[in-house]
């Protein structure tokens, strides 16, 4: 069975920074292409940043709206992936999932987990 669990999360001030860690089981990890997404309180999923697989380069991909302040990353070794938020904005603030699969083939896969809430507020 995929499983994926989201950790890390939590209230911080704007400009200050979070890590967040997806441990994934059930699945061969570094051979898929990995994203974080979230969802904002009334809003719908956006796409967040993804990673690619091992045979992929690994290669990082952003969202314009994070783009310079949000590092994707993973360890194979250990089947899990992170995202370093730095600078966080209030418009940061949503509930975070990890999945498989990259911007374009997210939507494919149904294996989300709870998620974690990140809250950036004054």
């Known amino acids: 069975e995929v499983q994926v669990e989201e950790s890390g999360g939590g209230l911080v001030q704007p400009g200050g920074s979070l890590r967040l860690s997806c441990a994934a089981s059930g699945f061969t990890f570094s051979n898929y292409a990995m994203s974080w997404v979230r969802q904002a309180p009334g809003k719908g999923i956006e796409w967040v940043s993804g990673i690619s697989s091992i045979n992929s380069g690994e290669s990082r991909s952003y969202a314009d709206s994070v783009k310079g302040r949000f590092t994707i990353s993973r360890d194979n070794a250990k089947s899990t992936l992170y995202l370093q938020m730095n600078d966080l904005k209030p418009e940061d603030t949503a509930l975070y999932y990890c999945?498989?699969?990259?911007?374009?083939?997210?939507?494919?896969?149904?294996?989300w987990g709870q998620g974690t809430q990140v809250t950036v507020s004054s």
């Open positions: 999945t498989q699969g990259n911007r374009l083939t997210y939507k494919a896969y149904d294996h």
